[in-house]
């Protein structure tokens, strides 16, 4: 049975059309696990996480899940950065590290093409994209994140290299809302994501308006028509299955406290949704609908997740 049916029966009948299939392969299993778990049926996700495992048990995805969804039976649903050890170990660890290097060497080097710049950097969060960027050449920073407590692990970065900055702990919805100070480059690695699309043209015009120059740094994340498509799930799968390998010798201290979480609240119909990802050339259109007349990408590093590109729009 392949998943194109399952998800035909699923939309012909919900749940109850799927609930008691008994499909042959793994993929398919997982699939009718991740259908139960939109569903809030614990008992029957982990039946069938289960089966996946016993068919694949190779797969981290399947096996992760199988914990993972014991622990949901157990304690309920938490909340995806609960896990704050978890979070910091993936962040610093796998992928991460050669993504945010790629990151800041890219930024840097358009530093690099200043004798002085000013600089606004769009959802800073703890730093770690700006500060291994920083040179002589930022004579004006700014900050904008809504995160109180990553905000502060900047700032005391930035204290402890005598660089001066202005810091706003605020989202850039209300960062326009009073910000009338012009900067040369406006950067927001991965942080302009959580805006709905809906949100974006006010926020590109306002940084068409205020930025020469717009360093965007984000994933290239295929669309998808449905939250259980099965290409959506196939993607998931396939992906998160890599991302697991790069923490496999943390005792799954990742995979529990982070990973399991993201990847079952990409189908978890209750969650409100934190973050609208999409192709880059979404990015880019949307950018030259705001005014932005030269839009460039150029690839910083293939992640697990998606290719990562660079979009430099002016």
């Known amino acids: 049975m392949a ?29 009718v696990a991740l259908l139960a778990f939109g569903e809030d049926r614990f008992a029957d996700a982990l039946a069938a996480a289960r089966r996946a495992a016993d068919l694949e048990a190779d797969n981290l ?4 899940a199988v914990t993972y969804l014991q622990r949901v039976l157990d304690q309920g649903k938490a909340g995806v ?34 004798e002085a710049l ?4 769009v959802g800073v969060g703890d730093g770690l994209a700006l500060l291994p960027a920083l040179t002589d050449a930022v004579t004006h920073l700014g900050l904008v994140e809504p995160s109180e407590a990553m905000l502060a692990r900047t700032c005391a970065a930035l204290e402890k290299r005598g660089i001066a900055y202005h810091a706003a ?3 850039i919805q209300h960062y326009i809302q009073a910000g009338a ?38 994933f290239d994340v295929p669309d998808f028509a449905d939250l259980f498509a099965p290409e959506r799930a196939r993607y998931i799968v396939a992906h998160y299955e890599n991302g697991l390998a790069e923490y496999a010798d943390d ?3 990742v995979a529990q406290g982070f990973l399991m979480p993201v990847l079952f609240g990409c189908f978890d119909r209750s969650a409100a949704r934190t973050n609208y990802e999409g192709p880059i050339q979404g990015w880019i259109d949307d950018l030259r609908a705001a005014g932005f007349t030269t839009v460039d990408k150029r690839l910083l590093f293939r992640y697990f997740w998606a290719d990562s590109y660079l979009i430099d729009a002016r």
Not at 61 to 64: D, E, F, I, P, S
Not at 82 to 98: K, S
Not at 118 to 121: A, H, Q, R, T
């Open 61 to 64: 995805v399947y096996t992760h």
């Open 169 to 171: 702990n605020t989202t």
């Open 118 to 121: 000013s600089l606004l950097d």
């Open 251 to 253: 005792g799954g201290l």
């Open 81 to 114: 950065y609960v896990d704050g050890e978890a979070f910091a170990a993936f962040i610093r660890g796998g992928g991460n590290v050669g993504l945010y290097a790629a990151a800041s060497s890219a930024l840097k080097a358009v530093y690099g093409q200043y």
């Open 181 to 218: 100070s012009t900067w040369d480059v406006i950067q927001a690695t991965w942080s302009l994501q959580s805006l709905p699309p809906a949100e974006r043209p006010p926020v590109f015009a306002w940084m068409r308006q205020h930025g020469a120059r717009l360093l965007i740094a984000e």
């Open 3 to 31: 998943l194109e049916s399952l998800y035909e029966q699923y939309r012909a009948d919900g749940y109850a059309g799927v609930r008691d299939a008994q499909p042959s392969e793994a993929l398919e299993q997982f699939y």
